[in-house]
C-alpha cells in the first residue's frame, strides 16, 4: 500500500497519459482490496468466525407455550412436537424448566443440561420455588449465547417451541423471563401462547379469571398473544368463545352466583370487551392432538401481526432505552470532568458516602478513647489517694507504737 501512495505521487508531475495510470492503479487497488476482503471473509469461515448480525429475521417464529399449574402445558407441547415431525416442520425445542424431571420430547436446548436445579437449593439455602427463579435467572446470564445458536440455524428452522416452568408466575414476572421474551422479541417473531385449562374454566369466575391474567400477560410482554384453550377432548371451547363475543351471555352465566368474585368478574366483564376483539383463540387438544393445524395458522398470524404492529413499538421501546442509557452514560462522564476540572489533576474522592461514616467512627472512637483516659485518670486519682491516706494510716501507727 505504501509502494502504490508512492507511485501516484511520482506520476502526479507527468506527461498527459498519466491520469490512465492513476486511474488504473486506483481500479487495482480496489481490486486487491476486495481479494483481500474475500480472503479474510473465506478464513473466518474456514476458522469457524461469523460475523454477528443484529438484524430482525422472520424465521423461526418463537412460540412460548405459558400456563397455569395443570393446565397440560408439557403435554400439548409433547403434541407439538409430534405435528411438527409428522407435517414435515422444521422445529427446534427448548425447555426452560430446571425443576423437571423427565421430558417427553426432546430438547435441543434444556436449561437442565447448564444449572443443576438442586444443587442451586442447597448453595443458596432456597425452596422450591426459589430455586427455579435462581436457576432460571442463573441461565438468563448467558442467554445471549441460546439466540446465538438459533441464529446459526435460523435458515433451517420454521418454529421455536419454549416451554416454560410450571409456576407461571416464575417466568411472567420475573427479571429472567422478561429479558428472554425481550432477547426473543428483538431478534424474532416471538408469540406467547397461554395454555388454559378448558374444564376448568366451565365456572365464569374462573374463565373470568384465566382472562385477566391472559390480559395481564399481554400487556407484561407486549407481545401477540394466543388464548390456547386445552383439553377440548373433555370439554368443548364454544362456551368461552359466546362468553368473550357476547357480554350479555356471560352476564346470564353468572346471574345466579351473588358472590363478591362474581359480583367481580360481573362488572370486569364489560371492561374486558375491547381485549377480546384483538385477540386470538383457539382449541386444541394435547391428548388427541385435534386442532393443531389451526394452532400453527393462528401462529402464523400472530407472526405477521407482530412484524406489522408490535415490532415498531418494541424499537421504539429499544430506542428509548438506548437514548437514556446513552444520557445517564453522558452525566457520568460530564461530572467526571468536572471533577477533574475541580481537582485540577489531583486525586478526586468520590461522595460514597463512606467517608462520613468513617469520620463518625473516628469520631465515636475518640470520645471513647477520652472516656478511657477519665477512666484511667479517675482510678489512678483514687489510687493515689489511697496510698496517701496509708501513708498517713502508718505515721499515727508510727506515733502510737508500743
Not at 352476564?251 to 352466583?257: E, G, L, M, N, Y
Request: include cysteine; hydrophobic fraction near 35%.
Amino acid at each position: 500500500m505504501d509502494i502504490d501512495s508512492d507511485f501516484d505521487y511520482t506520476t502526479t508531475k507527468g506527461t498527459k497519459g498519466e491520469p490512465e495510470l492513476m486511474q488504473m492503479d486506483s481500479a487495482e487497488v480496489s481490486t486487491s482490496k476486495g481479494k483481500e476482503t474475500e480472503d479474510i471473509s473465506k478464513s473466518m469461515e474456514k476458522l469457524g468466525i461469523e460475523e454477528s448480525s443484529s438484524q430482525f429475521k422472520r424465521k423461526p417464529v418463537i412460540i412460548i407455550v405459558v400456563g397455569m399449574a395443570g393446565s397440560g402445558k408439557t403435554t400439548f407441547l409433547h403434541q407439538l412436537v409430534y405435528h411438527t415431525q409428522a407435517s414435515n416442520i422444521r422445529g427446534y425445542v427448548l425447555n426452560l424448566d430446571p425443576a423437571v424431571m423427565t421430558l417427553p420430547f426432546g430438547a435441543n436446548i434444556d436449561i437442565r443440561d447448564t444449572v443443576r436445579y438442586k444443587e442451586v437449593m442447597k448453595q443458596f439455602n432456597l425452596g422450591p420455588n426459589g430455586g427455579i427463579l435462581t436457576s432460571l435467572n442463573l441461565f438468563a446470564t448467558k442467554f445471549n449465547e441460546v439466540i446465538s445458536v438459533i441464529e446459526k440455524r435460523a435458515d433451517q428452522l420454521d418454529y421455536v417451541l419454549v416451554d416454560t416452568p410450571g409456576q407461571i408466575e416464575i417466568f411472567t414476572w420475573s427479571a429472567s423471563g422478561s429479558i428472554i421474551t425481550e432477547a426473543f422479541a428483538s431478534t424474532f417473531p416471538t408469540v406467547i401462547a397461554y395454555v388454559v385449562d378448558t374444564p376448568r374454566a366451565v365456572k365464569p369466575v374462573t374463565f373470568m379469571s384465566n382472562m385477566l391474567y391472559a390480559c395481564s400477560i399481554l400487556y407484561k410482554t407486549r407481545l401477540p398473544l394466543v388464548l390456547t384453550f386445552n383439553k377440548t377432548d373433555v370439554t368443548e371451547h364454544k362456551f368461552a368463545l359466546e362468553w368473550m363475543e357476547d357480554f350479555e351471555k356471560f352476564q346470564a352465566a353468572i346471574a345466579s352466583d351473588s358472590s363478591y368474585s362474581a359480583t367481580l368478574s360481573r362488572s370486569l366483564s364489560l371492561a374486558l370487551d375491547e381485549f377480546y376483539r384483538n385477540l386470538h383463540s383457539v382449541g386444541v387438544s394435547a391428548l388427541s392432538g385435534a386442532g393443531m393445524d389451526a394452532f400453527f395458522k393462528v401462529i402464523d398470524a400472530s407472526a405477521n401481526e407482530f412484524i406489522d404492529t408490535y415490532k415498531a413499538d418494541l424499537d421504539k421501546r429499544w430506542a428509548e432505552k438506548q437514548r437514556l442509557e446513552e444520557q445517564r452514560r453522558r452525566e457520568n462522564m460530564e461530572k467526571l470532568r468536572k471533577d477533574m476540572e475541580e481537582s485540577r489533576g489531583e486525586t478526586v474522592v468520590l461522595s460514597t458516602g463512606l467517608k462520613n461514616k468513617e469520620t463518625s467512627g473516628k469520631t465515636m472512637m475518640d470520645e471513647e478513647d477520652e472516656e478511657d483516659v477519665e477512666e484511667n485518670y479517675i482510678e489512678t486519682s483514687t489510687e493515689e489517694e489511697k496510698d496517701e491516706i496509708d501513708e498517713d494510716e502508718d505515721e499515727e501507727v508510727s506515733r502510737f507504737s508500743f
